[in-house]
T-cell receptor, first 112, second 113 residues
Framework: GAGVSQSPSNKVTEKGKDVELRCDPI?????LYWYRQSLGQGLEFLIY????????KSGLPSDRFSAERTGGSVSTLTIQRTQQEDSAVYLC??????????FGEGSRLTVL | AQSVTQPDIHITVSEGASLELRCNYS??????LFWYVQSPGQGLQLLLK??????LVQGIKGFEAEFKRSQSSFNLRKPSVHWSDAAEYFC???????????FGAGTRLFVKA
């Protein structure tokens, strides 16, 4: 009966390294979303999944960003060749298709 | 594509005073509208939502919001603010069906004694 789980909660990496952020949605939720929240900023939409498909990838900032979802459950957001401007909190949310989003605590990424 | 504007970056109110946070949206069809709250060090929590029907919706913690189609607005209100309401508030809009939810930039609420 757990909520949305994200890992790692904190990640410090060096510029140019690749990182993977994981999201475990609430069981049974068909929709899954990724957002990015930079310091003092709102939530920037990145991508959402319906099942394993991503109908809208328009929010991904560049081709260094990719995401996948397997088994209609776990999702991974991958950032290749990280840059300092990628530093932010990455939030995952899942939804049972009611429109209401249930958020995880986020993964804080710091790129040195 | 939908979009959301929250004109006020931050607002300060006295404890016990009334509150109104503004939200304007842009969407061609009937939107799904939401208000979320993010307290310091905590995740985002849904306050209330509007899908259809009565344009005045009640939420948790004594909050309410009114959908005004003619003004493309969905303002959040509370009659009497408590110190624990200090947080960041986000208005959000989803397309019909509730997919691809877009958030506003947020309004940070400060409550003074």
């Amino acid at each position: 009966g757990a909520g949305v789980s994200q890992s790692p909660s904190n990640k410090v990496t060096e510029k140019g390294k690749d990182v993977e952020l994981r999201c475990d949605p609430i069981s049974g939720h068909t929709a899954l979303y990724w957002y990015r929240q930079s310091l003092g900023q709102g939530l920037e939409f990145l991508i959402y999944f319906q099942g394993n498909s991503a109908p809208d990838k328009s929010g991904l900032p560049s081709d260094r960003f990719s995401a996948e979802r397997t088994g209609g459950s776990v999702s991974t957001l991958t950032i290749q060749r990280t840059q300092q401007e990628d530093s932010a909190v990455y939030l995952c949310a899942s939804s049972p298709d009611t429109g209401e989003l249930f958020f995880g605590e986020g993964s804080r990424l710091t790129v040195l | 594509a939908q979009s959301v504007t929250q004109p006020d970056i931050h607002i300060t109110v006295s404890e016990g005073a009334s509150l109104e946070l503004r939200c304007n949206y842009s969407y061609g069809a009937t939107p799904y509208l939401f208000w979320y709250v993010q307290s310091p060090g905590q995740g985002l929590q849904l306050l209330l939502k509007y899908f259809s029907g009565d344009t005045l919706v009640q939420g948790i913690k004594g909050f309410e919001a009114e959908f005004k189609r003619s003004q493309s607005s969905f303002n959040l209100r509370k009659p009497s603010v408590h110190w624990s309401d200090a947080a960041e508030y986000f208005c959000a809009v989803a397309n019909t069906g509730g997919f691809k939810t877009i958030f506003g930039a947020g309004t940070r609420l400060f409550v003074k004694a």
